[in-house]
C-alpha cells in the first residue's frame, strides 16, 4: 500500500480527533475515489468531515486507506491542532518555491484521482510552507502546517 503522509516531527505534541464522515462511501477502499492519508478535509454544517474545499481552512487526515475500524465506525482521526512538518504526495507541484506559502486546493490529482491537497498559494488561507521540494525530497513535498 502506498504511504502518502509521513509527519517529520514529533505526533505526541499535536491533537488528533476522530470526526464521522458525512459519506461512509468515501471510506471504503473499493471507492472509485476514498479519502486518502495526507488529504485535507473540513465539517460540514452537520459537523461531519467531507473534503475540503480550494482556499478554505482544513486539517489533515491520519489514517491509511483501507483500515477496517475506520470502515466499521465511519469515522477519520485528523491532526487537528498543531504544527507540524510532513512529506506529503497530495499536492500539486505547479509554481512551488522553497519557503512559498500554501493553500488547500480541491483539484490535485493523484494516481488519476481527484483529491484535496496542497498547492501553491495564490489565495484564501495560508495553510504552511514549503521546506523542501518534491525534486529534492523523492517526488514528496515536505512543508510545515502553521495554521492550527
Known amino acids: 500500500m502506498q504511504v502518502n503522509f509521513d509527519l517529520v516531527t514529533d505526533l505526541q505534541q499535536l491533537t488528533r480527533r476522530d470526526f464521522t464522515v458525512a459519506d461512509r462511501a468515501l471510506v471504503n477502499p473499493t471507492n472509485a475515489n476514498p479519502i486518502l492519508d495526507g488529504e485535507f478535509v473540513f465539517v460540514d454544517s452537520a459537523y461531519k468531515l467531507i473534503r475540503a474545499s480550494t482556499g478554505s481552512y482544513a486539517w489533515c487526515v491520519f489514517m491509511e486507506k483501507g483500515r477496517f475500524d475506520v470502515q466499521a465506525l465511519g469515522k477519520l482521526t485528523v491532526l487537528q491542532l498543531g504544527h507540524y512538518e510532513a512529506d506529503t504526495r497530495v499536492f500539486t507541484s505547479a509554481g512551488l518555491t522553497l ?16 483529491k484535496s491537497g496542497l498547492a501553491n498559494y495564490d489565495s484564501g488561507v495560508i495553510i504552511g510552507y514549503v521546506t523542501r521540494l518534491p525534486a529534492n525530497n523523492g517526488g514528496r513535498l515536505r512543508f510545515v502546517k502553521t495554521i492550527g
Not at 519557503?99 to 481527484?114: E, F, H, N, P, Y
Open 99 to 114: 519557503g512559498g506559502a500554501l493553500k488547500i486546493s480541491s483539484s490535485v490529482s493523484l494516481d488519476d484521482q481527484t
